[in-house]
């Protein structure tokens, strides 16, 4: 069972990356300003730590990937208090890598009236079960992400707060501008993600929660599409070519991941100044240990924990550790990391989107060993 590990970090020099709306006064728990919208963060005795939600940053390769020739979205579909996606891993990449729950209530108008609705949507059907309820369809994400957070604490006083007015107004009874006020930073977000290359096409239909992927009409489509049974007939499984092109295009949609909240006003390019990659054995993370910070709150690099997850997960490893620096970015550190680096096995060092390509090369010779 192999996963890909990876570790990036984003650079943010003035940024409000993922905000909270409104800023409450911490104590009452009350709103203590109109017009001001806050960054989300965690409050420490350390000090502020900005972060950006996990489902922003799923967001925001959601949203590349479109553009990543081949890829295919799923639909998504809204009732009243739910939204879902047509949970069909078969016709879509998205809902193989990122996962889903498909659990329709049925609308006020009733089971035959949202199947019309689908129809009309271009949305799988779904099996109805017991007591004429919707089969629940479920998928555990087998790209999996951590939250995007600053490497370091700030203090509230380094918290910058941006005031602004929206002063294009003619209109007589409303002569003043109206005053807004939000808040940014300046800082290094890190974020670890993890892809489980076992689960990737590979599509389960058990009576478990997240192992739930197909239903009766799901099961007759991949026979349709002669997808073969895997693992004694629980599940069934895309061609390895069909896996590798999957994984190929979420990998080309971190290469060119962009999005983030102000962008008109503090655009902050969001891809990966830096990034750590490794295939190995086994969900243990390769770089959870591998980036720091100095007493300022610049990032450094720990050499000595990368040489050590490449001693204790040497029989594990499937890969060499694939290394993206950008130029102009940590330059101080460059020398030390082409050293750490050319003393493992196999590694490679680069650009970010060199690494991240490089692994997109390796992957054609070895997939059938990643993807076993």
Same mark, same amino acid.
Request: hydrophobic share 40%; glycine share 8%.
């Given at each position: 069972?192999?996963?890909?590990?990876?570790?990036?970090?984003?650079?943010?020099?003035?940024?409000?990356?993922?905000?909270?709306?409104?800023?409450?006064?911490?104590?009452?728990?009350?709103?203590?300003?109109?017009?001001?919208?806050?960054?989300?963060?965690?409050?420490?005795?350390?000090?502020?730590?900005?972060?950006?939600?996990?489902?922003?940053?799923?967001?925001?390769?959601?949203?590349?990937?479109?553009?990543?020739?081949?890829?295919?979205?799923?639909?998504?579909?809204?009732?009243?208090?739910?939204?879902?996606?047509?949970?069909?891993?078969?016709?879509?990449?998205?809902?193989?890598?990122?996962?889903?729950?498909?659990?329709?209530?049925?609308?006020?108008?009733?089971?035959?009236?949202?199947?019309?609705?689908?129809?009309?949507?271009?949305?799988?059907?779904?099996?109805?079960?017991?007591?004429?309820?919707?089969?629940?369809?479920?998928?555990?994400?087998?790209?999996?992400?951590?939250?995007?957070?600053?490497?370091?604490?700030?203090?509230?006083?380094?918290?910058?707060?941006?005031?602004?007015?929206?002063?294009?107004?003619?209109?007589?009874?409303?002569?003043?501008?109206?005053?807004?006020?939000?808040?940014?930073?300046?800082?290094?977000?890190?974020?670890?993600?993890?892809?489980?290359?076992?689960?990737?096409?590979?599509?389960?239909?058990?009576?478990?929660?997240?192992?739930?992927?197909?239903?009766?009409?799901?099961?007759?489509?991949?026979?349709?599409?002669?997808?073969?049974?895997?693992?004694?007939?629980? #599940?069934?499984?895309?061609?390895?070519?069909?896996?590798?092109?999957?994984?190929?295009?979420?990998?080309?949609?971190?290469?060119?991941?962009?999005?983030?909240?102000?962008?008109?006003?503090?655009?902050?390019?969001?891809?990966?100044?830096?990034?750590?990659?490794?295939?190995?054995?086994?969900?243990?993370?390769?770089?959870?240990?591998?980036?720091?910070?100095?007493?300022?709150?610049?990032?450094?690099?720990?050499?000595?924990?990368?040489?050590? #997850?490449?001693?204790?997960?040497?029989?594990?490893?499937?890969?060499?550790?694939?290394?993206?620096?950008?130029?102009?970015?940590?330059?101080?550190?460059?020398?030390?990391?082409?050293?750490?680096?050319?003393?493992?096995?196999?590694?490679?060092?680069?650009?970010?989107?060199?690494?991240?390509?490089?692994?997109?090369?390796?992957?054609? #010779?070895?997939?059938?060993?990643?993807?076993?």
């Amino acid at each position: 069972m192999a996963h890909l590990s990876g570790l990036i970090l984003i650079d943010c020099p003035a940024s409000a990356l993922n905000n909270a709306g409104q800023q409450l006064d911490m104590v009452n728990r009350e709103r203590r300003y109109d017009n001001w919208s806050t960054i989300k963060k965690v409050e420490t005795r350390q000090g502020v730590f900005p972060y950006v939600s996990a489902q922003a940053f799923r967001y925001w390769m959601r949203d590349t990937l479109r553009g990543v020739q081949g890829w295919t979205a799923s639909p998504t579909f809204r009732e009243e208090k739910i939204a879902y996606t047509d949970a069909n891993p078969i016709l879509y990449a998205e809902d193989d890598l990122f996962g889903y729950m498909r659990a329709p209530g049925g609308g006020k108008e009733g089971a035959d009236a949202l199947k019309q609705k689908w129809a009309e949507k271009k949305l799988t059907e779904q099996e109805v079960g017991k007591g004429d309820k919707f089969v629940a369809l479920t998928r555990n994400s087998p790209f999996k992400v951590s939250t995007l957070i600053s490497i370091a604490p700030l203090k509230p006083t380094e918290i910058g707060f941006d005031y602004g007015t929206m002063a294009r107004t003619d209109d007589p009874d409303y002569p003043n501008p109206v005053p807004y006020v939000h808040e940014f930073y300046r800082t290094t977000l890190a974020g670890l993600f993890s892809i489980d290359l076992r689960m990737m096409g590979r599509f389960y239909f058990a009576e478990r929660t997240g192992y739930r992927h197909l239903d009766s009409v799901r099961k007759a489509l991949a026979e349709q599409h002669k997808l073969k049974l895997y693992d004694d007939g629980r #599940a069934y499984e895309l061609d390895l070519t069909a896996r590798k092109q999957r994984l190929t295009q979420l990998l080309e949609g971190l290469a060119q991941i962009c999005g983030g909240a102000k962008q008109a006003m503090h655009y902050t390019d969001i891809s990966p100044r830096f990034v750590l990659l490794g295939v190995a054995k086994g969900g243990n993370h390769l770089f959870g240990t591998s980036i720091g910070a100095t007493q300022d709150g610049k990032p450094t690099i720990k050499m000595a924990a990368l040489a050590e #997850a490449a001693h204790v997960f040497q029989g594990d490893l499937l890969s060499g550790f694939y290394a993206g620096l950008a130029q102009g970015y940590l330059d101080e550190q460059r020398a030390d990391l082409q050293k750490q680096i050319a003393s493992l096995p196999k590694a490679f060092l680069g650009h970010p989107v060199e690494a991240i390509r490089r692994v997109i090369q390796d992957l054609d #010779a070895r997939a059938a060993e990643w993807l076993a």
